[in-house]
């Protein structure tokens, strides 16, 4: 048997975890081998691989990114894509696939499973846990512990100058982040996409924390939108899944709470930091046993099924399943941490 593996999207803490994890059991204990495409579906549908045994996943736990490289690529968006798939498994003579990615990378393996046979095994990898299949994604835990670090930092420096300080973070169209890193940051003012927000609300909240004689955080997602208004984007260009580059709506907010309340307001956008750098411990753990059990997938011959975290088991879903439909914040869920708000 010989395996291939690929990491498609955004790169996400926790990645090299799962190839260490698939690569480790696989040799070790079914005795597979085992070849790495790079860039995502880009390497697949190319032809570009890096040979992966357990001396080349020796020492990457800890760290951040991939070593198999990754990208936004979408073979039904590319010419001949299908095909040069199916020609580059032969060639390398691939019995399974192993995809680890988030929804877009998860879909092109539904597909390709569904539609063309093509034996694939999903992991799910997104620090925007918005996979409804499973409990949590690895690259989640990191992303919240970077941006709970940010806010605490800012805390000081709001407090020294008596400022608005708008934290915009990850999370696309869904919350998780901004929910999970505002509450246990301290934010006054938490703002998701799944709920649009009050201009006039969010200022008298911060109005309010100045009446109380403290500097307000104010957290919002990048996906988060205004009442009366659209999503606030920088750059409307589309990728090749039709997403278009999410930024700009913490500047926009900023600048209507300066103007409002005639406090200053300033601006940190966290961007591609929550992606970066050493996987917590839990997507460290996390990571590892998707990979033990994504290889097990493989020697059950349990073809287009993703592994998923219920509970503390790992268990199997349809990839179909897992990538139909987001998994959003619940309006009761964030109602409940309102109290904090102003």
């Not at 880009?42 to 020796?58: C, H, K, N, S």
């Not at 690895?138 to 800012?154: Q, S």
Request: aromatic content about 8%; glycine content about 14%; hydrophobic content about 40%.
């Amino acid at each position: 048997m010989k395996v291939g593996v690929l990491t498609g999207g955004g790169d996400c803490p926790g990645l090299n975890a799962v190839i260490r994890g698939v690569v480790r059991k696989g040799e070790q204990e079914y005795g597979y081998g085992f070849v790495g495409f790079k860039d995502g579906w880009r390497g697949a549908v190319e032809g570009a691989t890096v040979p992966l045994d357990i001396p080349a996943v020796r020492g990457i736990l800890p760290r951040g990114g991939t070593i198999l490289g990754s990208s936004r690529t979408n073979p039904f968006k590319t010419e001949n894509g299908v095909r040069g798939i199916k020609e580059n498994l032969a060639k390398y003579e691939v019995d399974a696939l192993i995809a680890i990615g988030g929804e877009d990378t998860l879909g092109v393996a539904a597909r390709l499973y569904e539609e063309y046979g093509i034996p694939c095994v999903g992991v799910p990898k997104t620090i925007d846990n918005d996979l409804s299949a499973t409990d949590y994604t690895f690259g989640f835990d990191t992303a919240v512990g970077i941006a709970t670090e940010a806010i605490d930092r800012l805390h000081t420096t709001a407090e020294s100058h008596m400022r608005v300080l708008v934290v915009e973070v990850m999370g696309r169209h869904a919350g998780w982040i901004a929910l999970h890193s505002g509450l246990a940051g301290g934010a006054n003012v938490i703002l998701i996409p799944e709920q649009r927000f009050d201009v006039d609300q969010v200022c008298a909240w911060v109005t309010s924390r100045f009446k109380a004689s403290y500097a307000p955080i104010v957290v919002v997602a990048e996906g988060a939108m205004p009442k009366d208004g659209d999503l606030v984007l920088k750059d409307a260009t589309k990728d090749s899944f039709g997403h278009v580059r999410l930024s700009g709506v913490g500047e926009w907010l900023a600048k209507e709470i300066e103007a409002r309340t005639g406090k200053e307001a300033r601006t940190t956008v966290l961007g591609h930091i929550q992606r970066g750098g050493t996987p917590s411990a839990f997507d460290r753990w996390l990571a590892t046993r998707f990979g033990l059990h994504a290889i097990d997938a493989v020697r059950d011959g349990d073809f287009g099924k993703m592994v998923a975290l219920k509970g503390t088991d790992i268990v199997r879903v349809p990839i179909a399943e897992a990538t139909a439909k987001l998994k959003t914040v619940d309006p009761a869920l964030y109602e409940e941490v309102g109290v904090f708000f102003g």
